[in-house]
């Protein structure tokens, strides 16, 4: 293990030299302008040693579609959440920035003079994202939202209900989970299932805190719900020792989660996120206990609609809107997708595309419409994507840096959605996932860029202004790379420090 630690170490050194010995050459020996020179210098970023078991899909183009610098543009990459850029780009256009979402409270059925709702209430959802959500805004969470409802249940006169509280997202097809995505991952909040109706991005937070040294850890939930049975194999460890308590995989269909792991007892806590399954039946589950929380009892279930037997019988009982939640428009909900990266809201709006352009709130009606899209305004090649999600989440999504490029070019040009596509992506130095990258000149505040990371595919694709004033457009795919990810991240702040610097 030394000795092969001593190897990779060398190759290391050996890499920052060769390419430090290249820049330095490509600077003294020819001016930093011209197109030749861009290529030297990038050439010396890209073919460093390290990498040389690794593929670098890279594309540099100005504006109007000239070629600054290619390696392997034209050839499929794994975009990981560069593949966000194409849902929020398609949505801004196909639904316009200012689409907003609905979700209304409904009582079915009549009001007795005792204040008996004699039948149900039943949350309609539209597919949005953003109820009881806490992106951006984490001190936001479901808790306002039904307090809220609760009010305007009892403004109606309603103190008990007969029935049941049932999650209505139909408006989507069944399927909760991407079909491509992978098993390892479902516990975790970032792979959180999609559904019709949502609540608090169909996760929950925890709050693992030590408590003795060889005991469990104390978990607390937030929102506090009935709705999750935690497994607790956590054990609280001595101060300086390993805190890595998080979820982990225990069912697929189901609400138990299992955390394990451990703490130190010098950790105050561990904050980590987990999903849920069933996003209506959650989001009911929610709202029962807010009720009785404020004193209005429930007889029957939280259930999704999906849960009965005949749901078209409630279909056909006349309704009464009590309350009705509207979403942020479009333009604020892509800020959420691409600057912390947020694949939940990535892929409930991919379905959204599907629902109002098709008719079918599925993932595939959603890909087929982004595919159009991307078909109309000229994207080479549309028929070698694969795109299985909206969020980059499946590692079977290829796309090609040409084709990236091709959309970051339309989306600078004007157009209705256009500038609230740019002002969505992380900001170097400043903010989202860039916050802690290219702090100093000449990219901090320079560089507008979406990030994207699976395993052993990081990416980033995104805007820059040349030292001449010049906006560049990009795409910088690393597949296959075994180094830390962080050396892959510095070659591509590297690239781009090269980009912002070059005069043509």
């Known amino acids: 293990?030394?000795?092969?630690?001593?190897?990779?170490?060398?190759?290391?050194?050996?890499?920052?030299?060769?390419?430090?010995?290249?820049?330095?050459?490509?600077?003294?020996?020819?001016?930093?302008?011209?197109?030749?020179?861009?290529?030297?210098?990038?050439?010396?970023?890209?073919?460093?040693?390290?990498?040389?078991?690794?593929?670098?899909g890279v594309r540099v183009e100005t504006l109007d579609g000239k070629i600054l610098y290619d390696r392997l543009g034209d050839k499929q990459f794994i975009p990981a959440s560069n593949l966000k850029l194409f849902t929020t780009?398609?949505?801004?256009?196909?639904?316009?920035?200012?689409?907003?979402?609905?979700?209304?409270?409904?009582?079915?059925?009549?009001?007795?003079?005792?204040?008996?709702?004699?039948?149900?209430?039943?949350?309609?959802?539209?597919?949005?994202?953003?109820?009881?959500?806490?992106?951006?805004?984490?001190?936001?969470?479901?808790?306002?939202?039904?307090?809220?409802?609760?009010?305007?249940i009892k403004a109606a006169g309603i103190r008990r209900i007969a029935g049941d509280i049932i999650g209505d997202g139909r408006c989507f097809t069944e399927e909760f989970i991407g079909p491509h995505w992978e098993y390892y991952d479902l516990p975790f909040w970032f792979s959180a299932g999609s559904?019709?109706?949502?609540?608090?991005?169909?996760?929950?937070?925890?709050?693992?805190?030590?408590?003795?040294?060889?005991?469990?850890?104390?978990?607390?939930?937030?929102?506090?719900?009935?709705?999750?049975?935690?497994?607790?194999?956590?054990r609280t460890v001595e101060a300086g020792g390993v805190s890595n308590a998080?979820?982990?995989?225990?069912?697929?269909?189901?609400?138990?989660?299992?955390?394990?792991?451990?703490?130190?007892?010098?950790?105050?806590?561990?904050?980590?996120?987990a999903a849920i399954w069933d996003g209506a039946r959650y989001a009911a589950f929610l709202l029962r206990e807010a009720l009785e929380r404020e004193g209005v009892s429930v007889a029957g279930q939280a259930m999704n609609i999906r849960e009965l037997d005949n749901p078209a019988s409630l279909d056909a009982v006349e309704a009464r809107t009590l309350a009705?939640?509207?979403?942020?428009?479009?333009?604020?909900?892509?800020?959420?997708?691409?600057?912390?990266?947020?694949?939940?809201?990535?892929?409930?709006?991919?379905?959204?595309?599907?629902?109002?352009?098709?008719?079918?709130?599925?993932?595939?009606?959603?890909?087929?419409?982004?595919?159009?899209?991307?078909?109309?305004?000229?994207?080479?090649?549309?028929?070698?994507i694969q795109m299985f999600d909206g969020s980059g989440l499946a590692r079977d999504n290829l796309i090609q840096p040409r084709q990236m490029c091709h959309v970051l070019r339309h989306m600078a040009q004007p157009g209705p959605g256009r500038a609230a596509f740019v002002d969505s992506l992380p900001v170097a130095g400043v903010d989202g996932s860039l916050a802690g990258r290219m702090k100093d000149p000449p990219t901090r505040g320079n560089v507008r860029a979406k990030t994207g990371y699976i395993s052993n595919a990081r990416t980033l694709s995104g805007y820059v202004t040349n030292g001449a004033g010049q906006q560049l457009v990009f795409a910088l795919m690393c597949n296959q790379y075994t180094v830390p990810t962080r050396e892959v991240n510095e070659t591509q702040d590297r690239a781009c420090t090269i980009l912002a610097s070059w005069r043509p």
């Open 1 to 56: 293990m030394f000795c092969r630690e001593k190897i990779a170490r060398h190759r290391y050194m050996l890499g920052l030299a060769i390419v430090s010995g290249a820049l330095a050459v490509a600077g003294c020996a020819a001016p930093r302008t011209g197109r030749a020179a861009l290529q030297r210098q990038l050439d010396a970023v890209f073919d460093d040693p390290r990498f040389s078991e690794a593929y670098w």
């Open 89 to 152: 780009a398609a949505a801004l256009e196909r639904l316009g920035p200012d689409f907003t979402y609905e979700t209304r409270l409904n009582a079915v059925g009549p009001v007795g003079d005792d204040g008996t709702l004699n039948g149900s209430l039943v949350i309609v959802g539209s597919g949005d994202p953003s109820p009881g959500a806490w992106h951006p805004d984490e001190e936001q969470n479901s808790r306002q939202l039904l307090a809220s409802w609760v009010e305007k």
């Open 195 to 234: 559904s019709g109706l949502a609540m608090e991005e169909n996760a929950f937070r925890v709050y693992i805190r030590p408590t003795a040294v060889g005991e469990p850890a104390s978990i607390e939930v937030v929102p506090p719900t009935a709705y999750i049975t935690l497994i607790n194999e956590t």
């Open 246 to 273: 998080d979820s982990t995989n225990c069912q697929v269909e189901g609400n138990t989660v299992k955390f394990t792991g451990t703490i130190a007892m010098d950790k105050p806590f561990i904050r980590e996120r």
């Open 324 to 384: 009705v939640y509207t979403s942020p428009p479009m333009a604020e909900l892509v800020k959420v997708v691409n600057k912390p990266s947020h694949n939940f809201f990535a892929d409930q709006i991919l379905r959204t595309m599907g629902l109002q352009r098709r008719g079918v709130g599925s993932f595939d009606a959603g890909v087929e419409e982004v595919r159009a899209w991307l078909a109309e305004i000229g994207v080479p090649q549309t028929q070698a």
